[in-house]
Every structure is written in structure tokens, then in C-alpha cells.
């Protein structure tokens, strides 16, 4: 069964957005647009993490977060904001959350910290664990990719597909899905495009010495082996 990761973020087009991403990532979504309608829902959806924006119309984040902390919801929380200080980023720790991370931030970023405090917290609900693929240690500040051969640097697009595989060891991404992870919103992306990027991929691995790590679903999409 996939994750389930409870969305709050009134932005309509960010939280579609987010949805989207996660879901590509593998993960099931409930999106809200208020503290108040999260906080009812938390309890009844035992989710297994929680993505709070710091700015609702209704509350401030942290302070959502510190009351699923007293209603006995432990699950780990990721705070999403405009605000970079340090000042900011330690009031989302001390109200409890697991996690900061500052917009703009790629999709990627996100899916891979959500799988990081998902394994710190209680060892469950990684969409990775147990796939039997050979795992990627991705870096996301530096765009590059950690394999047993050695560090292959890749291009901040090439770097998103990967990654959006990566969310999803061993089963077919769509086209779609990879093109939305990938490209920002909006974008007109050919399918032509998207073979050329993976081709690009496969030749900077093999490179490196690798053996093949994406195949083809023809007429679908790709997948990590």
C-alpha cells in the first residue's frame, strides 16, 4: 500500500501541483487548503507524514503542527515557506516538524526528503524499501548521483528524471508523469524530448562503467532496474 501524505497548502495551483508530483512519486495524497479541515482529517486518515505550509489563511503552520503534536499525531511533519531565516527554520523545529524546506524548491527535493524522514522515523511507508533495485544516492544540491562505480553529475533536468524514477525503484514511470516531475508546469515537452534525456542518462552511466539501469515500456514509459 502506498504512503498516504496529507497536503496543507492553500496555494490551488501548488497543492494540485504537489499532488501531482507525489503521486508520480508514489505516493497516495489527501490535499487540504485549511489547519482546520487538515486537523480533522489527520486523525481519521492516519497519514503516514504531513506537508504543512508555514503561511495558511487560517493558522500559522507551526502552530498546526504543534496541535497535531498534542492530539497525539507523531507522524513525521515537513514544513514548506517563502521564509529562509534561521530564526524561521528553528520555530518549525521547536512546534515539532521534522523538516523545512524553502520555496522555490523542486519536486524532486521533496519526494526525497519525504522518503528521508519516512526512514528516520519508524522504517516504514519508503516507496524504495525493498525493491531489489540497485540503489542511487542522489545528491539534489549538486545535481549529481552516487553508484557503486563511482559520481555521475548530471544536468538539473536530467538530474529530475532521474530522481522521479528514482521515487519509484522497479515499477514503469509514464511519459507524463516524468514530463510533469521534470518540466515546469506549462512546458511543451515532446515525447522525443523526454527519450533524448534518457538516452543521455544511459550514456553517462555507461560511462561510468555501469550496467543498464533504465528500461523501456514500450508505448508507456521507463523504469529503474
Known sequence: MAPLVVIVEDDDELRELLKRGLEAGGFAVRPHATSTTALSAAAADAPDAIIIDIGLPDADGRDLCQALRAAGIGVPVIFLTARAALSDRLSGFHMGGD??????????????????????????????????????????????????????????????????????????????????????????????????????????????????QIATAHGVGYKLV
Request: no cysteine.
Open 99 to 212: 523538516d523545512y524546506l524553502v520555496k522555490p524548491f523542486a519536486l524532486e527535493e521533496l519526494v526525497l526528503r519525504l522518503r528521508a524522514v519516512l526512514r528516520r522515523g519508524n522504517g516504514h511507508g519508503d516507496p524504495a524499501a525493498g525493491s531489489g533495485v540497485a540503489e542511487l544516492r542522489l545528491d539534489p544540491a549538486a545535481h549529481a548521483v552516487q553508484t557503486e562505480a563511482g559520481r555521475i553529475d548530471l544536468t538539473p533536468t536530467e538530474f529530475r528524471v532521474l530522481a522521479a524514477l528514482s521515487a519509484r525503484p522497479g515499477e514503469v514511470v509514464r511519459r507524463r508523469d516524468l514530463i510533469s516531475a521534470a518540466w515546469p508546469t506549462g512546458a511543451i515537452v515532446h515525447e522525443n524530448t523526454l527519450d533524448s534525456y534518457i538516452a543521455r542518462i544511459r550514456r553517462k552511466f555507461r560511462a561510468r562503467g555501469e550496467g543498464e
